[in-house]
């Protein structure tokens, strides 16, 4: 099994900046992906950042431009540099992996507990 440790989230000013960051343990070589979703009140889950099975780097439209997911492979330790925080981006920030084997179904199978980013309005 993976474990998945969010930190980072607090509120921040309306164009202001945050990284966070994803701590994995356990079996870390399960982990063929993994990114960043978030949640906000009232909204759908949604997937913002995510290192495919070849490090390639999909955003959501949202983000593009203003988040980078990075990754220390080494340390297991997975970023997201958020930039030009707006008030649309508040939500709880959520951490996720998949094995190899839910690639094809687009499924995560790990997931954090979340931490949470405020741009207060």
């Known amino acids: 099994q993976v474990q998945l440790v969010e930190s980072g989230g607090r509120s921040v000013g309306y164009g202001g900046s945050l990284t966070l960051s994803c701590t994995a343990s356990g079996q870390t070589d399960l982990i063929a992906s993994w990114g960043w979703f978030r949640q906000a009140p009232g909204k759908q889950r949604e997937g913002i950042a995510v290192?495919?099975?070849?490090?390639?780097?999909t955003y959501a439209n949202s983000v593009k431009g203003r988040f980078t997911i990075s990754e220390d492979s080494a340390k297991k330790i997975l970023y997201l540099q958020m930039t030009d925080l707006r008030f649309d981006d508040t939500a709880r920030y959520y951490c996720a992996a998949a094995r190899r084997e839910s690639l094809s179904r687009g499924d995560f199978d790990y997931w954090g507990q979340g931490t949470q980013v405020t741009v207060p309005d």
């Open positions: 290192f495919d099975s070849f490090r390639t780097k």
